[in-house]
Structure formats: C-alpha cells, structure tokens
C-alpha cells in the first residue's frame, strides 16, 4: 500500500519528490454549453484525449522520479472508515443545500449506502436528479426545474487543477477557500485527505488557512520562492486580506516564512491567477508574460518587529529588484513569454506558456504546443519537457495547475 509522504516544500524548484493529481474523469462529461460559464470552463473537452494527455504527464513526472498519488484514491480509502464517510456526507449536505430539500432523507441514504468508490465517484462527479428514486410525493420543486439546475451535487470538474484547493508550504498546508463555489466542495475534499489519511494523521500537520474563512485565497496565487520567502498574488481569485491572514499566521507559528512579495496582477479571467502569467523556473530564472509587465504592483509583508503576528507592508518599485532582494541574489533573470512578440505571446499565455511546472532547478514542464515560449525558455538555458495539452488546456490550466506538489528536495 503506498502512504501519504509528510508534506516538504520549501521551494519552487527542488526536484520534485512526490505530486497530488487528479485524472479528468466522468466530470468533465457534465459539462454543457450552458454550464460553462459557472463552472469557469471556456469550452467542453474530448474526456477520453483528456485522460490520455494526463496519463502522459503523469508518466513524464514518474520518469523523472516524482511519485504520483490520485485525489479519488486517497479519497476512497478515507472513505473506508465509516464514521468520516458520515461526517462528510453531513458537511456535503450543507454545503450543497441538498440538506434544505424535501429529498434530504433519500439522498443521504443513497449517499451513505454507496460503496466507497461509488462515493467517491459521487464527491466528484456529482450527483444528477435522476440517479435518486423515491417516492413521488417527496420530490421538491427544484426536482421538476430540473433544467434549471439538473444536480443535486454538482459536478467538478476542475479538480484536475489540484493546484488551487491548496498549498504545502514548507511542512504546513493551506487548505484554501475558493472565489468561487463551483469549486468550493474541492478544498473541503482536500481538508477530508488531510486531516483523515493515516500517514499524516500521525504526525501533526501545521494549517496555515482553512477553506471555512470568508476571504478566498487560490493555489495559483501562491509561490514557494524560497525557504524563507513566499509569493502571493494578489488577483481575481486571491483577496488582499486573505494574503494578509495567511501571511499573519505564517509569521506568527513556527513556520520559516519570514516574507511575503505580494503581487498584484489585473483582475482578469484571462490572468486568474499569478501562476498564469509568472512562474519561477530555477534558482535564478522566472518566466512573465509581457502584456502584464507594466500593470503589476509589488508589495513586500514582512512580520513588524513590534508584535508578533502584525505586519510591515512596504511598497517595491520594481518586481526584478525586490525578487533579488528577496532571494539575496545579485541578479535574476526574468524572460518574457512569447519569443518576442506581442500578439504570440498573448495567444501563448491564453494557452497557459507561462504555467511552467518546475520538477527540478531549470527544468520545466510545458506544454508543447507553446513553441516560441518554449523556445525563448530554451535560449536561455531551460530544459523544457514538453506534453501534449489539446485537450487539457480547455480548463485554462497548464502543468503548474495541474499538479500540487506534495515533497520537493530542499535546494542547498
Ligand atoms: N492555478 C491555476 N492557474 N489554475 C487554473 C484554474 C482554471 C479553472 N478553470 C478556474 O477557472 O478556476
């Protein structure tokens, strides 16, 4: 039986130890033209080339050493133990609102007389009105509007950007709360594997946000630059006072964080989170796409001397000045996207270019499709692994928000 590894990232770069994913599955076929928009698609995949292209990334990472754990194993095995499968269907029932519906009764026990497969397949995929039968006269109203809203649990399918439900950072995790509650049932997911798994379970975990608090903050959004210093951005998906909760209780507990470049990026779906438009890719080198260079703001957080847990915000004029003192390097190098050109980089980043995935110093994964991102990486001294993204990119998600990286190998 493979274990749950204790979580370890204290970098953006170290080579990449172990990864949660999560395999485009039965989700992504409940997607439809009308449903798009609120479930924060742009167009609906081809599911069996989809999992094919995952399959391949998940191969590329395992050839390169990275051991790959799957969200519904985890999940199914949690799911064994029957007084969590309880306690979360109890959660679900709220947070979904079937728990408000005449139905109520009939749902939980279908859901409670699911194996934990078919539970798991359930958490994920949703639950459609059809799949429940009872008795006529305890149906509700919402039963007969079922075009209106045709589940009684929505499906998920951007979970496969595990990304964005959380963050390790350093040996801690923040189990983040979602802009959005198309994707809020994701982090609770996340905080059931955490908090459930026997591995972890016998070691205490620091939190560093939990996915009750109001303030919604992304994985996409968040940087581990270094030991000591994280990158926030501050975003469509990411709030300022959620990075200064999180940043608060990162200075105020035991973890190693000592700064946070907070940096703030147009509020743009096509820029929804930091990752999208700047990721880090060695020691010394960052990818950015130029469209945005002249519109981000940087501010440094750094915990006040005078009280532990309040912070210091100071305003930076320049993101490759603070990145240097940050990092206390002479210099880093910051390549833009694209290879040059305006209209190719701004094609390019839509195609997620600069959602690089680091697996160890200076070397990425991209998707092969963005030839002169790549290019432009590789004239500069990247080693840049390509996979295929016909089809995974239609969330609007690259290799960085396909994955949330469980343990890399701390850099000296
Ligand atoms: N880390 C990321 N950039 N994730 C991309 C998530 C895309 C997803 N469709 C959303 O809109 O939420």
């Given at each position: 039986m493979t274990t749950l590894p204790f979580y370890n990232v204290n970098s953006e770069v170290g080579k990449l130890e172990s990864v949660l994913l999560h395999r485009p599955g039965k989700e992504l076929e409940r997607l439809t033209p009308q449903s798009l928009e609120e479930l924060l698609f742009d167009d609906i995949p081809w599911l069996g080339r989809m999992q094919e292209e995952h399959d391949m990334f998940a191969d590329v990472l395992r050839s390169r050493g990275c051991q790959v754990f799957y969200y519904d194993r985890l999940l199914e095995k949690i799911l064994e133990d029957e007084s969590v499968k309880k306690e979360m269907v109890e959660e679900l029932s709220v947070l979904t609102g079937f728990g408000r519906l005449k139905e109520k009764d009939a749902i939980l026990e279908h859901l409670l007389s699911r194996t934990p497969a078919a539970l798991t397949e359930i958490l994920i995929a949703g639950l459609?009105?059809?799949?429940?039968s009872y008795k006529e006269d305890h149906r509700s109203l919402s039963y007969y509007i079922a075009d209106e809203y045709p589940f009684y649990i929505n499906p998920l399918p951007n979970l496969y950007f595990t990304r964005d439900p959380g963050a390790v950072i350093g040996n801690g995790i923040?189990?983040?709360?979602?802009k959005t509650s198309a994707r809020n049932r994701e982090t609770m997911i996340l905080s059931y594997i955490n908090r459930h798994h026997e591995k972890i379970n016998c070691h205490e975990v620091p939190q560093w946000y939990g996915y009750h608090q109001n303030e919604p903050i992304e994985g996409g959004d968040i940087l581990v630059l270094s030991k000591s210093v994280l990158a926030i951005g501050c975003s469509a998906r990411s709030s300022a006072v959620a990075i200064e909760k999180l940043a608060e209780n990162l200075f105020k507990s035991n973890s190693s964080i000592e700064e946070v470049l907070v940096i703030q990026i147009p509020f743009k779906r096509a820029y929804m989170h930091l990752d999208t438009v700047f990721t880090m890719l060695d020691r010394d080198k960052f990818t950015i796409f130029p469209g945005i260079e002249n519109d981000i703001k940087v501010f440094s957080l750094k915990n006040s001397l005078k009280k532990a847990g309040s912070l210091k915000i100071t305003a930076r004029t320049d993101l490759n000045k603070a990145l240097c003192k940050a990092l206390k390097l002479n210099q880093v190098l910051i390549i833009p996207s694209g290879g040059g050109d305006k209209i190719t980089a701004a094609r390019e980043q839509w195609n997620d270019s600069t959602n690089t995935l680091a697996i160890s110093p200076g070397t990425v994964v991209t998707y092969r499709r963005n030839t002169a991102s790549n290019?432009?990486?590789?004239?500069?001294?990247?080693?840049?692994?390509?996979?295929?993204g016909s089809e995974l990119v239609r969330g609007r998600g690259?290799?960085?928000c396909m994955s949330m990286p469980l343990r890399r190998t701390d850099l000296d």
């Open positions: 459609h009105k059809s799949e429940i923040s189990i983040n709360s979602m290019d432009s990486l590789r004239e500069n001294g990247v080693e840049v692994v390509e996979i295929e690259g290799p960085r």
